[in-house]
């Protein structure tokens, strides 16, 4: 399927109520609060970081990270010095003020703050643990922080790497000063030699596509221009998937296509490029013979992946291969017995 990719001390659940994400997991157990400003009076009284998880109520990826990272008792025991809050990012009063003050635009949205409430870093997105909990951890030692890479970058002020590490740290707190940046990576990697011109081409390609806050009226030529130079790049393919998600929209089905076939031609050993072009597919209901081939081949680059698998199941399911569905499903539940989503698309696959 394309996309699906302890106890807290006793001082916390005293100072709130039990939140319930909309997933139902109960956020206090976890030894979240819900409240900023005492989250952050008890953080300067005892002198403790804290931890600050923006959601939504839609984000799917926030409620993976609920119950995949945050319910971990490596995460619990490695978090124990910590303050930690959730805001809702959309909920009036603190949720939204505080995403207004942290330039917070996308979710989940993970950060660290001193006692004072002034930022250490930030992440955006998802990653798996334990992964994720030696990022933070790795930010509260003051490694990987936005201070530290710009310290670095004024001792090396030639190391590209570095430059594009700040880059990517302002363009994520929404400095102003990012734009300018992403312009001299870009200057000095024109070919993408070094692999961050195209990244930093990107990001400034999808800030112009986006400055239109309405996505029925977004102009995609920003986007057309940079996949017509770096189509085959990793940024690249995210901007395909930009326009054929785009075209979608506008009900342009002949580009919608004709981005997701050159998804399929710039990325044909990229296991989840090809999955997420393989879904598409079925929904668009176009080209399911290609959209099987290319599913079947991310099956093995990446084996025992349980989205693709659900993804030939789709697929075949839209072919009329109902016996071939159920058996690829019967392969996805047996990894994960006990998933809804798996369940209802074996029903579906029965016609039950």
Not at 28 to 53: C, H, I, K, S, Y
Not at 125 to 152: C, N, S
Not at 199 to 220: I, Q, T, V
Not at 255 to 264: D, F, I, M, W
Request: glycine share 8%.
């Amino acid at each position: 399927m394309n996309g699906r990719l302890a106890i807290a001390a006793g001082l916390l659940f005293s100072l709130q109520a039990p939140t319930l994400s909309a997933a139902g997991v109960d956020m206090a157990a976890l030894g979240f609060m819900d409240n900023a400003a005492q989250a952050m009076t008890l953080a300067a009284e005892q002198n403790r970081p804290v931890f600050v998880d923006f959601s939504t109520t839609w984000c799917v990826w926030c409620r993976r990270f609920e119950k995949d990272v945050f319910s971990t008792k490596e995460f619990q025991d490695g978090t124990q010095g910590w303050v930690k809050l959730s805001l809702d990012a959309e909920k009036e009063g603190e949720g939204i003020e505080w995403a207004k003050r942290f330039n917070v635009s996308g979710y989940p949205t993970t950060m660290l703050l001193n006692p004072d409430g002034s930022e250490i870093d930030r992440m955006s997105g998802y990653a798996p643990m334990p992964t994720y909990l030696q990022v933070f951890q790795d930010f509260a030692e003051g490694k990987g922080t936005l201070a530290t890479l710009q310290a670095e970058l004024e001792r090396s002020p030639d190391n590209l790497e570095l430059r594009y590490r700040v880059l990517e740290k302002l363009e994520g707190r929404g400095a102003d000063t990012w734009k300018e940046q992403a312009r001299a990576v870009l200057e000095a990697d024109p070919e993408n030699t070094a692999g961050f011109g195209a990244r930093s081409a990107g990001m400034l390609a999808m800030a112009e596509y986006r400055a239109d806050k309405n996505p029925a009226g977004r102009n995609p030529a920003p986007l057309e221009t940079f996949v017509s130079r770096f189509g085959a790049t990793e940024p690249g393919l995210d901007a395909r998937n930009a326009l054929v998600s785009h075209f979608r929209r506008a009900d342009d089905r002949e580009n919608a296509t004709r981005h997701l076939a050159a998804v399929l031609a710039e990325h044909p050993e990229n296991a989840q490029a090809l999955n997420g072009f393989a879904w598409t597919c079925t929904e668009l209901d176009w080209n399911l013979e290609a959209a099987r081939e290319a599913a079947l081949k991310a099956d093995r680059l990446q084996p025992g992946q349980v989205g693709i698998i659900d993804t030939i199941a789709e697929v075949e399911f839209r072919m009329g291969h109902k016996e071939a569905a159920l058996e690829q499903i019967g392969r996805a539940l047996a990894l994960e017995p006990e998933d809804t989503y798996l369940k209802e698309q074996q029903a579906k696959f029965r016609g039950q």
